[in-house]
């Protein structure tokens, strides 16, 4: 299975995408800025979104993905995300106001969005691989997926600061491989980091000593702020260099 890197960003300008990943051609993780690194033909592809949460980072570009690929496809386009994220896309985005309510479009009966409720704990198919919802603590509720091609797991946590249950989860899974983590800012933002919920270099490495088998996993640090995103990587692999550590890289596609 393959997993193509379309924006791993925490920010925007020339070179930073945020954050969206295509799983095989059809099933998208996240819908931030990268899906701007798609062709139409390959937008008109997708038929389940899969959101970690309802920032906007994370869901800049679905409001715009639906309405550009409407009269390319018969099928609706299904969003999966848990109940407060699906909620929060009801009532302050597709409300008439900032976009149109495409759950209603073209018809009530028929529209080219569905909002499908996926919570923690549970596995649904889709692109040939088993995705699991698993529990992360951010400010808003939110979700990790964990990936299953059959041959080997790849999770990847959104946004999330440390959190025993998303540990517990991850280390249930006997196939887990590669590991997308999120960083988000620098050490000295480390009180920002806390308050809203983000790892920082120190944070990140103190709670990876929760990963039970760490010589199997490829650790991939994912959602550095632009503004400090080579000072984070550098306290990242200061502190981390004992683990299987590297930086995402927009573009990047991981088999697994
Ligand atoms: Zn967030
Ligand atoms: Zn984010």
Known sequence: MQLRILGCSGGIGAGNRTTALLLGRHVLIDAGTGLGELTMDELAQ?????????????????????????SKRTQPITVH?????????REHVFNWRIWPDFTAIPSPEAGMLRLCTFEAGETRSAAGCGITALPVRHTVPALAYALDSGHSTLVFSG???????????????PQLATLIIETAFADHEQALAEVSRHFSPRQLIAALSQLARPEQVQILITHLKPADQELTMREVLASGGHYRIARLAQGQTIEF
């Open 46 to 70: 997708i038929d389940h979104v899969f959101l970690t949460h309802a920032h906007m980072d994370h869901i800049a570009c679905l409001p715009m993905l639906i309405d550009t690929v409407f």
């Open 81 to 89: 995300g848990c109940s407060a994220t699906l909620a929060a896309l």
């Open 159 to 173: 946004d999330t600061a440390d959190c025993a249950e998303f540990w517990g989860a991850v280390n249930a899974l």
